[in-house]
């Protein structure tokens, strides 16, 4: 079992920026994909930018150029820098730690609890 805990989320003004962050404990050896994944009413969840073990690193399209994941080993802790935030970044952000590093989350996955951004107009 791996927790994970979000913070960072909150309300700022289109074109502004936020940093989520997003700490592991548990049984966190076998991590290999860290990720951060969105979440609006009505729609299905998905993927924002991921970062496995190997280094390798990628980005939806809506955000590619402004926001920038990354990791800390040592910490345990994955990190996700917003910049030139838009109205539809509006979303719950959730940190997943999965360890294996495949086309979408697998059954073995860890979710956070969300943390809400609101990109106000």
């Known amino acids: 079992q791996v927790q994970l805990v979000e913070s960072g989320g909150g309300l700022v003004q289109a074109g502004g920026s936020l940093k989520l962050s997003c700490v592991a404990s548990?049984?966190?050896?076998?991590?290999?994909?860290m990720a951060w994944f969105r979440q609006t009413p009505g729609k299905e969840r998905e993927l924002v930018a991921r970062i496995g073990t190997h280094g390798v690193i990628n980005y939806a399209d809506s955000v590619s150029g402004r926001f920038v994941i990354s990791r800390d080993n040592v910490k345990n802790a994955v990190y996700l820098q917003m910049n030139n935030l838009k109205p539809e970044d509006t979303a719950v952000y959730y940190c997943?730690?999965?360890?294996?590093?495949?086309?979408?989350?697998?059954?073995?996955?860890?979710w956070g609890q969300g943390t809400l951004v609101t990109v106000s107009s």
């Open positions: 997943n730690a999965d360890p294996w590093w495949g086309p979408s989350p697998s059954n073995e996955a860890s």
């Open positions: 548990g049984s966190i050896s076998n991590i290999i994909n």
